[in-house]
């Protein structure tokens, strides 16, 4: 009887720490942005590479979005933020200057565009034989 009373104490607190965890908000002295990546069929895209750098092009970083196309990046610094998605060679837009401060979050949606003209097809003679 003990030894149950002990397990469940174990798995209660257990949960209640996980739970904190999750819960716990972000680092005062960090911001978070995230957000979603949608294709050309506005359906979220999986796997798509988000790029991301300060808006005075210092440090270049990447992450990749989720099986629901979603992303977070955690712990940047208070400054503006340019991003882009891509995918499969088809590219968002870059969204610039997203301002970000300490303590705060912003949500993004990023959309897949195909290029706005298909190069034109050469016309091409039938070889002469």
């Given at each position: 009887?003990?030894?149950?009373?002990?397990?469940?104490?174990?798995?209660i607190?257990?949960?209640?720490?996980?739970?904190?965890?999750?819960?716990a908000?972000?680092?005062?002295?960090?911001?978070?942005?995230s957000?979603?990546?949608?294709?050309?069929d506005?359906k979220?895209?999986?796997?798509?590479s988000?790029?991301?750098?300060?808006?005075g092009?210092?440090?270049?970083?990447?992450?990749y979005?989720?099986?629901?196309?979603?992303?977070?990046?955690?712990?940047?610094?208070?400054?503006?933020?340019d991003?882009?998605?891509?995918?499969?060679?088809?590219?968002?837009?870059w969204?610039?200057?997203?301002t970000l401060?300490?303590?705060?979050s912003?949500?993004?949606?990023l959309?897949?565009?195909?290029a706005r003209?298909?190069?034109?097809?050469?016309k091409?003679?039938?070889?002469k034989?």
């Amino acid at each position: 009887m003990r030894r149950t009373f002990i397990l469940v104490a174990v798995v209660i607190a257990t949960l209640l720490a996980a739970r904190g965890v999750i819960a716990a908000p972000q680092s005062k002295g960090s911001a978070t942005l995230s957000g979603v990546v949608l294709g050309p069929d506005d359906k979220p895209a999986p796997h798509a590479s988000v790029s991301y750098q300060s808006s005075g092009g210092n440090a270049p970083h990447a992450v990749y979005t989720d099986s629901r196309g979603r992303f977070t990046i955690t712990k940047l610094k208070s400054d503006n933020y340019d991003i882009r998605a891509s995918s499969k060679g088809i590219f968002s837009k870059w969204v610039k200057n997203i301002t970000l401060r300490k303590g705060k979050s912003e949500y993004i949606t990023l959309q897949l565009i195909y290029a706005r003209e298909m190069p034109k097809a050469s016309k091409t003679s039938k070889p002469k034989q």
